[in-house]
């Protein structure tokens, strides 16, 4: 099932494993993308981060990203 927002992350992220819990507690569908299994992928992050592959990273649909959100701000983002 399509995610209602992208997240990218990698295996060994801690904050990635905590915003994963809390959006499935909420019911906020997302499509998780593992950077370190692709390289395009790696490559978006790095751009919408300065240079730098950090995670997680959440593609909204109207294409903006937030770097390590708060459930609180991915909320807000996604309601309309």
């Known amino acids: 099932m399509q995610g209602t927002v992208t997240m990218y992350s990698t295996t ?3 904050y990635c494993q905590r915003l994963k819990k809390q959006l499935d507690r909420e019911g906020i569908a997302y499509t998780e993308i593992n950077i370190e299994q692709d390289p395009d992928s790696a490559a978006f992050v790095e751009k ?3 240079g ?5 990273t959440v593609l909204f649909a109207d294409g903006s990203t937030l770097t390590n959100p708060s459930l ?3 909320k807000q983002k996604i309601a309309v």
């Open 72 to 74: 609180a701000q991915v």
């Open 52 to 56: 730098n592959q950090t995670v997680p």
């Open 12 to 14: 060994w992220c801690g």
């Open 48 to 50: 919408a981060n300065g």
